[in-house]
């Protein structure tokens, strides 16, 4: 079965929350979610990620990028831009934009941010920047989906999202609908294009 890397950063579970629901969203459309996430920077001991997390999902390794045909890529935001231990793991990847092994896959991105004007927007389309380089496909939300006119928490044509103030209550219905659509656009358009090859 087609698989899609859902690789995500989170410290409180927001980020981790749209994930599951992003995760969802690809198995309706018929595709495995492989779910991982990278160790906070003060974890890193090299180059190389040694440790493994102590619960959840494993930590991300290259060959979970080069294995899976999509990538669904999410970040809290911070200052309006994606977690440095994300954006680390990225700055990895300079061998597989040498040899153009990410081009033509699809990608999406989704962000958490405590505040509703906190920079989702900043963080989604700057998170698109480095995959834009790799030579990938930038799969929004369209507003066929109608949460996205009703929504009055997150959920951008840029991509899923939470507002989750300063303690969370949980993704609002809205943004569960909007993350589970994003995973299954991702995992339609996944399927097309390889139909296609
Ligand atoms: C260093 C730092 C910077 C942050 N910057 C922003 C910000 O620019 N805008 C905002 O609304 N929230 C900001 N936040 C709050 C987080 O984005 C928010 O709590 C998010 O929901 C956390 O996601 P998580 O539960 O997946 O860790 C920041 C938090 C930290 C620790």
């Known amino acids: 079965m087609t698989e899609i890397l859902v ?3 989170s410290r409180h579970g927001s980020t981790e929350a749209l994930a599951r629901h992003i995760a969802k969203g690809i198995e309706k459309g018929h595709c495995q ?3 991982r996430t990278v160790p906070p920077l003060r974890d890193y001991q090299s180059a190389e990620i040694q440790h493994v997390p102590e619960d959840g ?3 991300v390794a290259k060959k979970d990028l080069h294995e899976c045909a999509a990538l669904a890529l999410g970040s809290p935001t911070r200052f309006g831009n994606m977690a440095a231990p994300l954006k680390h793991f990225l700055d990895s990847t300079s061998d597989e934009w040498l040899k ?3 081009i033509d896959k699809p990608f999406s991105v989704f962000t958490s941010s405590a505040s509703m004007h ?3 927007e900043t963080t989604l389309l700057t998170m698109a920047i480095p ?3 790799q030579g990938m496909i930038y799969c929004g939300l369209p507003y ?3 949460a996205l006119h009703d929504t ?3 959920g951008t044509p840029y991509g899923a999202s939470h507002v989750s103030g300063h303690q969370s209550s949980g993704l609002s219905d809205h943004e569960k609908t909007l993350a589970i659509a994003q995973g299954l656009r991702l995992a339609r358009i996944t399927l097309k294009l390889e139909d296609n090859q």
């Open 152 to 154: 009055t928490t997150g």
């Open 131 to 133: 995959l834009l380089h």
């Open 57 to 59: 999902p494993p930590f």
């Open 7 to 9: 690789l995500y950063y």
């Open 33 to 35: 979610a492989r779910i």
């Open 118 to 120: 906190g920079g989702q």
């Open 100 to 102: 153009g092994q990410l």
């Open 144 to 146: 066929s989906e109608s």
